[in-house]
């Protein structure tokens, strides 16, 4: 698969801009007559692609990760290092979504899991060979892509909501079901963030911002895991998670404004 070389554009695009401030929820209550299937557009979905990819290339700089790999532990170099993740995520997430394939390229899903790890023990320990998988997996980050149609866009997004209403049934989880389940409702937000933050103060924006309210609460739970493994030293695979119950009702009222953003069966029940 041919691949971009990774240059910066010189203008950021409005996900640069407004990253941190469609984070924050608009004192607003869209009703969900108000939503529409957006994705129904190929060229809209293609759009959204090539900003997700501007977006991604606006914030990368190998010489400056780099740098932050090789310094001292710090917030600072620590707060660039899982931005360059959440950006390179949403891409993931937008590929997924708008390619033929449903995956993402092989180099980029090994950069951002390496990263991902290296951020992981970055406060417990020095692990020069986990900064060294980084930096081996630098180049050739930005794939080409063919456009899946709209019907296949709706299949794979039904597969993905479907799994997650699967998910969210069972309430008691396994830390495998669990991580699957944080990923694929992630998924869903990282594909609004290009409309969310060209609809500042919208519906867009609201819809987004709720999601991401869910995802970061996973996170937090996410993030006691790895605490938690790392300091034990044990496998956590057979560890039971419950769901909470804020969490699975948020996603219940949030769930009829995702499928008619994207055009999904409207008679798959949660």
């Not at 449903?102 to 992981?120: A, E, P, R, T, V």
């Not at 986990?130 to 709706?154: C, G, H, Q, W, Y």
């Not at 699967?166 to 594909?191: E, G, I, T």
Request: glycine share 4%.
């Amino acid at each position: 698969m041919k691949t971009d070389n990774i240059e910066a554009p010189r203008v950021g695009t409005s996900l640069n801009k407004y990253f941190h401030y469609i984070k924050e929820k608009p004192n607003i209550q869209p009703q969900e007559s108000e939503f529409s299937d957006i994705f129904d557009d190929p060229k809209y979905r293609e759009y959204c692609f090539n900003q997700a990819k501007a977006s991604f290339k606006f914030v990368f700089n190998k010489e400056l990760i780099k740098s932050h790999l090789n310094k001292s532990a710090n917030k600072e170099s620590l707060k660039y290092l899982k931005e360059i993740r959440r950006y390179g995520i949403i891409l993931k997430g937008v590929y997924k979504f708008t390619g033929d394939t449903y995956k993402c390229s092989d180099n980029l899903k090994s950069f951002l899991y390496n990263l991902g790890q290296y951020n992981d023990t970055y406060w417990i320990s020095s692990d020069k060979e986990k900064s060294k998988k980084v930096l081996d997996s630098l180049d050739d980050l930005v794939p080409s892509i063919n456009f899946a149609t709209t019907e296949s866009f709706r299949e794979y997004a039904n597969k993905v909501m479907s799994k997650i209403d699967f998910l969210v049934r069972q309430q008691k989880l396994n830390v495998k079901q669990f991580h699957d389940l944080r990923k694929k409702l992630r998924s869903f937000a990282d594909l609004f963030q290009i409309p969310a933050s060209e609809d500042l103060e919208g519906k867009m924006h609201w819809l987004f911002s709720s999601m991401i309210r869910i995802s970061f609460d996973l996170g937090k739970y996410h993030n006691e895991l790895v605490k938690e493994k790392l300091e034990s030293n044990t496998n956590l695979d057979g560890k039971e998670i419950i769901l909470n119950n804020n969490i699975i009702e948020e996603f219940a009222e949030l769930r009829p404004f995702i499928v008619r953003v994207c055009g999904l069966d409207g008679n798959q029940k949660l």
